[in-house]
């Protein structure tokens, strides 16, 4: 094998493990995206659920004066 064929080689080898460790940075934070994600949508939640749990006191004259 010439040695330019063994230096393509190892470049390529290079550039796909270059590439490969993207891809794992990519999938990292995907899933941290994902789980903020989650976590906003359980806060949101969590407001929606107090707002409408306030607006019930107040229509029913339960509110703090």
Same mark, same amino acid.
């Given at each position: 094998?010439? /040695?330019?064929?063994?230096?393509? $080689?190892?470049?390529?080898?290079?550039?796909? &493990?270059?590439?490969?460790?993207?891809?794992?940075?990519?999938?990292?934070?995907?899933?941290?995206?994902?789980?903020?994600?989650?976590?906003? /949508?359980?806060?949101?939640?969590?407001?929606?659920?107090?707002?409408? $749990? &306030?607006?019930?006191a107040?229509? /029913?004259?339960?509110?703090?004066?």
């Amino acid at each position: 094998m010439s /040695s330019s064929m063994a230096e393509y $080689k190892r470049q390529t080898r290079a550039h796909i &493990a270059g590439l490969q460790g993207q891809l794992t940075n990519a999938q990292c934070r995907a899933e941290l995206a994902e789980k903020q994600a989650r976590q906003i /949508s359980a806060e949101r939640e969590i407001w929606k659920h107090r707002a409408l $749990k &306030a607006e019930a006191a107040l229509k /029913s004259g339960g509110g703090r004066q």
